[in-house]
């Protein structure tokens, strides 16, 4: 789920040009990232290990370990040796998601990992295309009244926040909803433009460019409040949809590894991401840059998995694994 979250490939990039000769392999930590490179969140990964490497004396290596909806990049690092040489950044809805939609979980978020720091936020969007002729979300919803049978949306793939921001969006409005996944953002940005499907939730950051471009329309976001990448869109909440939800990034270890590691790590990405230059970069493609203890991501993941669990079950959406 990333700025571009929903992704394939695999690429290792070392990223301090210190020989690993000089700490040997005990100076090598690998982020894992479980979708592919050149995704908001890849970026992100780049920035911390460049940032943090000087400061943990490590030569740090981002390696891009796709499929499964980010499961395989998940369960290398849970299976790690809990020696440092390994950290997860991931999407906070792949910890508490796909838990929740597994027929048999393959991994528990709070005791397969030890939490280090969140990173960043990302929100999302409600998006039409020229199909739809509207021009806020009260036209928005009249139409999809007057025209049930043409009442789809597509999301970048199942068993996503945009998946279950429907299902939520479906309840209040009263009004069925046919979802299509897609695989990824750009395919239903596409189809918006040709008017191949009416509406779409996807990531805002992705959004915004066909936005400003008028090729679609963003009536509503995903934030608390309105956001400072498109302040003038109201959230779904103003709209009448008593719904937040924006997503994560967030940082872990292999449950058991050394805690000075972590509480290490921990300050080092805290550092970074105060950095005039990171947030630039970072507010650039659509990241929100936050940082915080592990206590602060343990208490996000906890908070997320009891809002999302009642809405995800009302589904009734699993995956057989």
Request: with cysteine.
């Amino acid at each position: 789920m990333d700025r571009r979250d929903f992704i394939a490939g695999c690429l290792g990039l070392p990223l301090l040009a210190q020989a690993t000769g000089a700490h040997g392999q005990a100076g090598l930590t690998k982020i894992i990232f479980p979708f592919a490179a050149g995704a908001g969140g890849d970026t992100l990964c780049r920035l911390i290990a460049q940032e943090i490497a000087p400061l943990l004396q490590k030569t740090i290596v981002v390696e891009n370990r796709t499929g499964g909806d980010g499961l395989i990049g998940i369960k290398a690092v849970k299976g790690a040796n809990p020696d440092g040489s390994m950290v997860l950044v991931t999407t906070g809805p792949t910890m508490y998601l796909l838990p929740m939609v597994e027929t048999t979980p393959t991994f528990d978020a709070a005791k397969d990992f030890m939490p280090v720091s969140l990173l960043a936020r990302f929100e999302f969007a409600v998006v039409i295309g020229p199909a739809i002729s509207a021009r806020n979300f009260g036209e928005f919803v009249a139409w999809l009244k007057a025209n049930p049978d043409k009442a789809t949306f597509g999301v970048p793939s199942n068993g996503t926040i945009p998946h279950f921001m429907g299902s939520k969006m479906e309840k209040d409005l009263g009004i069925p909803l046919s979802r299509v996944p897609y695989r990824g953002s750009a395919p239903i940005l596409n189809d918006l433009v040709g008017g191949h499907v009416p509406f779409g939730i996807t990531t805002l950051a992705d959004a915004l460019p066909q936005h400003r471009a008028k090729g679609v329309t963003i009536i509503a976001v995903s934030s608390a409040e309105r956001s400072p990448f498109a302040p003038d869109v109201p959230t779904l909440r103003e709209s009448g949809i008593d719904l937040v939800a924006d997503a994560w990034y967030g940082m872990w270890l292999p449950a058991g590894s050394p805690p000075e590691f972590a509480s290490k790590l921990s300050a080092a990405a805290a550092a970074a991401l105060t950095k005039p230059e990171v947030k630039e970069k970072l507010t650039a493609i659509g990241l929100i840059p936050v940082g915080s203890t592990a206590e602060g991501l343990t208490q996000e993941l906890a908070a997320n998995t009891a809002f999302w669990q009642p809405i995800v079950k009302a589904t009734g959406y699993k995956i057989e694994n």
